[in-house]
């Protein structure tokens, strides 16, 4: 998944794009580069690593152009280099192309164009685009008129696979041409300048209405003007959506790191994704989606399919979605999912959860079981994301930008949201658990509150992540939905801080897991059901009579004496207890990782959201 940007107005693009490009690097940032139109030519440098290195090249300073576009890169297809980094060039250097997502059919098209005489300079599938521009825009019988919209709306017909691409060149120097299939792109618009990007908040600070880009569309830019197209090339007209986030909440708001600032987010992210669902005495309102009582009554089986911790809200939720509505609910890992041949049929509703939207695993697997003849239910934190255009229904969180690579406020709103789901599907049912819904309602109203008490309390958390920084490998053990939340915790962990670690059901060490634990060895329980208190401190114990040391989030009365470390949480119902616990162990991953020194929003390896399979 990579970042891209663009510029056309009358300022210097090249600081635009490259601040651009700083905000995008959560996407991808193995390695950046730039091109603008200067005079007659296109300029283009390129950098294997951090878009800050590019910014310091010297050649970058000498960019005066006022159209350009820029690109961050998370390696798919050839290694990090500064000859596989985007913009990509045809031959003659006419067309400069910069891309987000996977060609699948980019040696085929390599082939042909080889065999039409063109050359290649690096080992990427994007680099295909430029040359058949070119090669479209060449040909005796392209069209006079929109000569550069229809070569690139030849070019892209030709493409398999998903892309997001922004076209300069010099034929045409007072335009540019983007478009996109299953990779995001918008446009933020002002008088006599236009910006685009793979996302809002790399653009923000310049304006707040923005265009969405949906599959298939192309659109012709110039500085007092966008032309939109559809895939068979007729005009049409697009909404102009209006943001309503201001750029500081895209910045870090004075926290040292994203992932700090959007822990201490929670409170908000989950107010505003209650919204107006839970006003007082009414049903709850999920107006957007609209189910009807016989389409529900009807439903034997939901799925709920996600990755990584989108899967982990899912786990969290099932639990009360079963209780309330007697309704099976699995739970998938979406990559897995397809290609295990589930039982769905119209009977089946799937829930996918997506932070970002533009997950591919996730949005593959809605598309496979919509084929199927099941009705689809997209969770999503971004506005128009991808998988908002696949979905039969679409309901937002509300938790703001997640900037950094590890999700934590994003999981505390999905587990929000799929109870309040859950609640409306019970009221549409009308099924006879008044008294539950009330207290899950009341309850939830309280968790915005509960998770600031939550995070008043810091030091110990700091305090024990000085002790185990330095380990490599950490146990994380609970029963029910505390299981739900270790599954998170161990998440979280391993990937800002890359110590190894896993999640056990408590009952599941004496089968096997426990021969694991020695002197000193690391175990984290969770205990916040009253009904598995007994069994689950049991369960502890077992593990310090061999030598663990243990942190405990519990909320239930345990005594110091027997646990030395218990980080205190406020009461809450069980099913939901996943977003109390969660916090203080989302606070001891952020601070192992910054006793190792290590770069918490942007760990290695990974990239925010996951564009290929
Ligand atoms: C979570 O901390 C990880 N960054 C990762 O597991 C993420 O949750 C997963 O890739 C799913 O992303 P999505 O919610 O954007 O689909």
């Known amino acids: 998944m990579c970042g891209i940007v663009g510029y056309i107005g009358n300022e210097k693009a090249s600081p635009i794009l490259i601040k651009g490009l700083l905000k995008l690097e959560y996407r ?14 296109i300029s283009c440098f390129k950098n294997k690593g951090r878009v800050k290195e590019l910014q310091n090249m010297k050649e970058v300073s000498t960019l005066n152009g006022t159209i350009g576009i820029a690109h961050t890169r998370w390696a798919t297809h050839g290694k990090p280099s500064s000859t596989n980094a985007h913009p990509h060039l045809d031959n003659s250097n006419s067309f400069a192309v910069v891309h ?27 680099e295909v685009i430029p040359n058949l521009i070119h090669y479209y825009y060449t040909k005796e019988d392209a069209e006079e008129k929109n000569k550069l919209a229809n070569a690139v709306r030849k070019a892209v017909s030709d493409l398999k696979g998903s892309y997001a691409i922004s076209v300069i060149s010099k034929l045409e ?35 707040n209405n923005i265009y969405i880009l949906n599959d298939g569309d192309i ?20 909404k102009c959506e209006v943001i309503t986030w201001d750029a500081k909440a895209a910045d870090k708001n004075g926290y040292e790191d994203y992932m700090l600032k959007e822990i201490f987010e929670q409170p908000v992210a989950i107010r505003e994704t209650i919204g107006t669902r839970l006003n007082i005495g009414d049903k709850c309102n999920f107006d957007d989606i609209n189910i009807s009582k016989e389409y529900l009554s009807e439903i034997s089986r939901i799925y709920i399919v996600a990755c990584g911790t989108a899967m982990h809200a899912g786990l969290a939720v099932k639990p009360i979605m079963e209780r309330l509505i007697s309704i099976p609910v699995e739970v998938d890992i979406a990559s897995e999912f397809r290609y295990r041949d589930p039982l769905i049929d119209e009977r089946t509703l799937i829930i996918c959860i997506s932070q ?7 949005i593959a697997a809605l598309k496979s079981a919509k084929e199927q003849g099941a009705k689809t239910i997209a969770i999503s934190n971004v506005i128009g994301s991808s998988i908002t255009r696949e979905a039969d229904y679409t309901i937002y969180t509300h938790a703001g930008p997640e900037i950094a690579v590890a999700s934590t406020k994003a999981y505390t709103s999905q587990i929000t949201i799929l109870s309040l ?18 207290n899950l309602k009341d309850e939830i109203r309280e968790l915005p509150s509960k998770v600031s008490i939550v995070l008043e309390n810091t030091e110990p958390i700091k305090e024990f992540a000085k002790r185990i920084y330095k380990e490599k490998d950490v146990f994380f053990i609970g029963r029910g939905s505390d299981y739900a939340a270790s599954m998170e915790a161990s998440l979280k962990l391993k990937e800002i801080s890359y110590i190894h670690s896993d999640a056990y059901q408590s009952g599941e060490l004496k089968h096997g897991p426990i021969a694991l634990i020695e002197e000193d060895v690391t175990v984290i329980g969770i205990i ?46 069980p099913l939901l207890s996943p977003v109390l616990s969660i916090i203080p162990l ?17 760990p290695r390896n990974l990239a925010k959201s996951v564009t290929v399979e």
Do not use: C, W
């Open 28 to 41: 991808g940032y193995d390695s950046a580069g730039i091109a603008t139109l200067e005079g007659e030519n």
């Open 100 to 126: 987000n997502g996977i060609i699948e059919n980019y040696s085929e098209l390599r082939t042909f164009l080889g065999n039409a005489g063109y050359t290649f300079l690096s080992e990427t599938d994007t």
């Open 173 to 207: 120097p007072n335009k540019m041409i983007v478009a996109r299939k299953d990779s995001p792109l918008v446009i933020g618009i002002k008088e006599n300048e236009k910006y685009i990007a793979s996302d809002i908040p790399a653009i923000l600070e310049y304006t």
């Open 219 to 238: 659109a012709e830019i110039t500085r007092n003007s966008i032309t939109f197209y559809d895939k068979d090339f007729n005009v049409i007209d697009k």
């Open 356 to 362: 970002s939207g533009e997950t591919a695993d996730t």
């Open 421 to 438: 789901l859950a609640i409306y599907f019970a009221e549409v049912l009308d099924v006879d658990e008044k008294n539950m819904i009330n």
């Open 528 to 573: 916040t059901d009253r009904r598995l208190l007994e069994k689950s401190v049991s369960n502890l114990a077992e593990v310090i009579t061999r030598g663990a040391k243990t942190l405990l989030i519990t909320n239930q009365n345990i005594n110091e004496a027997e646990f030395p470390n218990i980080i205190r949480i406020p009461q809450v119902h």
């Open 586 to 602: 989302q606070l001891l991953a952020y601070y192992v990782s910054k006793e190792k020194g290590l770069d918490v929003d942007k």
